[in-house]
């Protein structure tokens, strides 16, 4: 097949672009990245010729070489690992727009300082453009198992790459760089000296399960065999979670981290792990210090890599964490396990199932141990994940009270500092037995809200919740050590009985007077509405809108038809504030008057306008505008 020459997309090509002309202060992540891609292109052929016994492919010494050679000034980074098909190099290598190339991008120029741009490299499948930071010319010879021809990929990053087929390209994939000219002001190293190779894989890749050899430094020499030298392997290959934990250093664990979670910030709490007894195995995970782009996307890989008897399995174990510790990353290394273990028979095994509650209670625990010992990292992992963990109280009844024991939450109690639950109960006056909460879009449209006005004159702490999983776990938790979870804007609450404010007399006395003129705006309303009352939560505005005890707030109605699932819709109450100067009027003009048909309007634009103070809007808003202007033009 004759050589064929490609355009990169538009957004490939200023990926490219930045790379050449790199922000990144540390040059030498390429060598990184070059490393892991390798690696995992050794992980893929084992486990490929475990599955399928038949494929044509030696699995007999699977390793990294590194070349240099000084006088060419090039560097190739070579395994003999799974390799690419000629249209696998086209998809993969040639175009990137499935990698999340234009959100990179964005948030690259989005970061503030080097270190917040370092960061963001290996989130998007970008690792092997990293090469040309340090390349004029990157050339790519692959071939994949078990196929007979191979396939090169050369591109100076100007816009094009070429493709063609290479017969004599060995099993795997090796990628040459055509080295730039060394520049240290710009921290762009010597790459073909052995020593600085040697220290760039100590320092990030030394745990690589794959041996990572190079030719030793000097002059070749042939010993009286002639034999020539043998390649000196330049990484330890021991595993850091079989290692005691006083061998390994922090920096050895970030770099493991770095590795696996494809990230370059180190993370925010490591977990170690080891169960002995009838099933061994070990656990190292990692709490990263920021969540990852996709993490609420449908594609986005959750899991940790799962080894057995340190042979690698698979690279994102869904079955080991649940669902809301998607976020978590790291190694899990089982003893008892089969080695061609598939994800369906881990669904069913029962060792798995015992290592999920183990590792689950062990995340949490942790989680709560950083709640007294590292405020700050806490106050760190519960602004990134918090919103992700608290759906584990929807999903993991088992873990419930474990997942609210580090669950805070925004409160009227104080502006900026969260609170927990059991802070929350150790404030509540005597006699009051319900945790108050609201649910909406921000704290200010909260505190904002008519249900809040009561509450803030009494000086009644109230949660502020604004994510859009609080309306669900809310409801399902329903109580916290005896304490109910009640929504200020559901159900009757009569906070002046509790504080003896009002007598029983005086709120029969004005139930009496407004009872014409409620049972009148009920059949008006009745569309809309299912119930008229008098109000004990608004002390400002002239009415609100709730929900009944039992019905789903509109917050969730909404959800529930957003994800396709058709719910009635309840009709809501409206509550009246009998001290509003507006409500007095409106009653006593009811009183008054024997045609109502104005009267009507008045009314229709008061429960508009509660369903407006909430966040809502009216069910038919040209309406609602049209009767507000008329109403106004009167006026004047």
């Not at 009496?512 to 309303?525: F, I, S, V």
Request: charged share 30%; aromatic share 8%; net charge negative.
């Amino acid at each position: 097949m004759p050589t064929e020459t490609f355009e990169f997309q538009v957004e490939a090509r200023q990926l490219l672009q930045l790379m050449i002309h790199s922000v990144y202060s540390n040059k030498d992540v390429f060598l990184r990245e070059l490393v892991s891609n390798a690696s995992d292109a050794l992980d893929k052929l084992r486990l490929e010729k475990l599955r399928d016994d038949a494929l044509d492919a030696d699995v007999s010494d699977l390793h990294i070489e590194i070349d240099v050679d000084k006088n060419a000034r090039t560097l190739t980074v070579r395994d003999n690992g799974i390799g690419m098909s000629y249209d696998e190099v086209g998809q993969l290598i040639g175009t990137i727009a499935n990698s999340g190339t234009a959100q990179f991008l964005q948030e690259l120029r989005e970061a503030k300082d080097t270190a917040g741009a370092e960061g963001l490299i290996g989130q998007f499948g970008v690792g092997f453009y990293s090469g040309f930071m340090a390349a004029d010319e990157v050339t790519l010879v692959t071939r994949r198992a078990g196929e007979s021809q191979g396939t090169r990929w050369t591109s100076r990053g100007e816009g094009t790459y070429t493709l063609e087929t290479a017969d004599d390209a060995p099993q795997g994939t090796s990628v040459t760089l055509h080295l730039k000219p060394a520049d240290p002001e710009n921290q762009l190293h010597d790459y073909t000296s052995p020593w600085t190779i040697r220290e760039i894989i100590k320092r990030y890749s030394d745990f690589i399960t794959w041996p990572i050899r190079m030719m030793p430094e000097g002059p070749a020499t042939a010993d009286e065999s002639d034999e020539a030298p043998e390649l000196e392997t330049l990484n330890s290959m021991k595993a850091l979670w079989a290692r005691p934990r006083g061998e390994v250093s922090d920096d050895e664990y970030h770099e493991l981290y770095k590795h696996i979670g494809h990230d370059w910030r180190d993370p925010l709490e490591t977990i170690r792990l080891q169960a002995e007894g009838t099933f061994e195995y070990q656990a190292l995970l990692f709490l990263p210090a920021h969540a990852p782009h996709d993490l609420f996307t449908r594609d986005f890989k959750r899991g940790v890599q799962l080894y057995v008897r340190r042979v690698f399995i698979m690279d994102d174990c869904e079955a080991l964490l649940p669902p809301y510790l998607r976020f978590v990353k790291g190694v899990v290394d089982a003893a008892d396990l089969s080695l061609n273990v598939s994800r369906e028979i881990l669904q069913q095994d029962r060792h798995i199932e015992m290592m999920r509650r183990r590792l689950t209670k062990k995340v949490l625990s942790t989680v709560k141990e950083m709640m007294t010992k590292d405020q700050d990292g806490y106050a760190t992992f519960w602004r990134e994940f918090g919103t992700v963990l608290k759906e584990g109280l929807v999903t993991d009844s088992e873990n419930r009270d474990a997942i609210l024991a580090v669950a805070s939450f925004a409160s009227t109690h104080h502006d900026t500092e969260p609170t927990t639950l059991r802070q929350y109960v150790e404030r509540m006056k005597d006699g009051r037995n319900d945790i108050y909460y609201l649910t909406g879009e921000s704290r200010q449209s909260i505190e904002n809200s008519p249900h809040m006005e009561a509450f803030r004159d009494r000086g009644i702490e109230v949660l502020l919740l604004t994510d859009p999983v609080d309306e669900v776990w809310a409801d399902a938790v329903g109580e916290y050590e005896g304490k109910e979870l009640r929504s200020v804007a559901k159900g009757q609450i009569d906070l002046d009985a509790k504080d003896e404010d009002t007598s029983d007399g005086e709120r029969e006395k004005q139930t009496e007077e407004y009872a014409g003129l409620l049972g009148w705006m009920k059949e008006q309303l009745e569309e809309d509405i299912k119930e008229v009352r008098l109000s004990s939560r608004l002390t400002v505005s002239p009415a609100c809108v709730v929900s009944d005890a039992h019905d789903l707030p509109p917050a969730l109605e909404n959800m529930y038809r957003a994800m396709g699932q058709e719910v009635p819709r309840a009709k809501r109450i409206l509550e009246l504030n009998p001290d509003h100067q507006l409500v007095k009027g409106l009653n006593q003009a009811y009183k008054e008057r024997e045609d109502h048909t104005g009267l009507a309007e008045t009314a229709e634009l008061l429960h508009g306008l509660a369903v407006l103070a909430e966040g809502g809007q009216p069910k038919e808003p040209s309406r609602f505008v049209k009767l507000m202007t008329d109403r106004l033009a009167r006026a004047l």
